[in-house]
């Protein structure tokens, strides 16, 4: 009986350990972040089709488009995280998804279309480049072994809730501010996000410094 009560107490601290762990707490973040304008995207298609007069193929096409970039979007990212670091590419894909949605922001319907395209396609790029860095960054911090799985859990379960925010956000944004402003609004708030999830980018750099030095000895050697 003490055995058990002493098997479920180390089970439960296993449990409860990666809660405490501020590298589980950063990477929810970053991956929330980042999943946020990759669930929210959808709404740039009604955007420029009630704003800038596209037809809804064309809107239609924009937004399918992204699945044909993602590959290549994917392949960059490893490439890329092989010659620098993983949590540097990712921090320059939140750096490229904050300049395009500054553009599509900013950008009047007089300027015509191109502009948007352009803040699209880098959209459609920085994010998927974002989304092959989610759990590459890991390596780059020290995870207990005996919780690992418990950790990745924890990340998964909270970090890809914008499956779900980002529609319910979208939703209500547009039923109290229909049209123009609902869209611009919305997409103030993908930029908030991103801002956040770029500065917990930073904190983690930071954080992980010493031990990306490390790996990058032993690769050396």
Not at 22 to 40: D, E, K
Not at 52 to 72: D, K
Not at 120 to 139: E, K, N, Q, S, V
């Given at each position: 009986h003490q055995k058990s009560d002493s098997s479920e107490k180390v089970n439960l601290k296993m449990l409860t350990k990666p809660l405490?762990?501020?590298?589980?707490?950063?990477?929810?973040?970053?991956?929330?972040?980042?999943?946020?304008?990759?669930?929210?995207?959808?709404?740039?298609?009604?955007?420029?089709?009630?704003?800038?007069?596209?037809?809804?193929?064309?809107?239609?096409?924009?937004?399918?488009?992204?699945?044909?970039?993602?590959?290549?979007?994917?392949?960059?990212?490893?490439?890329?995280?092989?010659r620098i670091n993983n949590s540097k590419v990712m921090l320059i894909g939140q750096i490229g998804l904050t300049i395009a949605l500054i553009i599509l922001l900013v950008t009047p319907a007089s300027?015509?279309?191109?502009?948007?395209?352009?803040?699209?396609?880098?959209?459609?790029?920085?994010?998927?480049?974002?989304?092959?860095?989610?759990?590459?960054?890991?390596?780059?911090e020290y995870f207990p072994p005996e919780c690992v799985g418990t950790a990745i859990g924890l990340i998964c379960a909270i970090g890809y809730l914008p499956e779900a925010t980002s529609p319910f956000v979208a939703g209500v944004i547009l039923d109290r501010f229909p049209g123009v402003a609902g869209y611009r609004l919305f997409f103030v708030y993908l930029f908030v996000v991103t801002i956040i999830g770029l500065l917990l980018t930073l904190i983690w750099l930071r954080r992980t410094k010493a031990r990306r030095a490390e790996i990058l000895k032993g690769l050396k050697k």
């Open positions: 405490r762990m501020p590298a589980v707490w950063l990477m929810i973040g970053i991956i929330f972040a980042t999943l946020t304008i990759s669930t929210g995207y959808y709404y740039i298609s009604p955007y420029v089709t009630e704003v800038f007069g596209v037809s809804a193929l064309l809107g239609a096409v924009l937004s399918s488009s992204s699945q044909y970039i993602r590959p290549f979007a994917s392949f960059g990212a490893g490439v890329l995280g092989d300027l015509g279309i191109i502009p948007i395209l352009i803040a699209c396609l880098m959209i459609f790029f920085c994010m998927y480049m974002c989304i092959a860095m989610h759990f590459a960054i890991m390596d780059e």
